[in-house]
């Protein structure tokens, strides 16, 4: 492949992964948030992080983001050695174990984001965006 190929294909990446992140978070916080806000509402115990963020925060579009990050991290986070368990705790309890399918309303789409953002930002890095 020569330079003017791999400048294509950033291109290319650059604005898939621009307008795919944009559509990403326009659906997580529109018609995917349902599912995501039952989610929380099944983690975040009374008086943990997760139900304090939900009342700081509210619903607004801002609110909405802020909450599903929680959401994500508090999966995320759980599963790092010696600290997750501490982190779980503070943040809110699974009491009872939720379905796969459901932890994967919150976990695909927002991985998928996040990913968009970072393919973005090397496309980006790549086409000297930030120069």
Known sequence: MNSEQ??????????????????????????LFPKIAEVE????????????????WGNGPIGRWMRVVHVYFFFIFR?????GPRIESRMGDEAEALPMGLKLWVILPVSVFFVSIIVSLIAAWYLGVFD
């Open 79 to 83: 599963n790092l050695p010696r600290i």
């Open 6 to 31: 791999l400048v294509a294909i950033a291109e290319v990446l650059l604005v898939v992964s621009v307008l795919g992140g944009f559509f990403l978070l326009v659906l997580i916080l529109t018609f």
């Open 41 to 56: 509402s099944r983690i975040a115990t009374p008086g943990k992080q997760l139900d304090g963020i939900r009342e700081v």
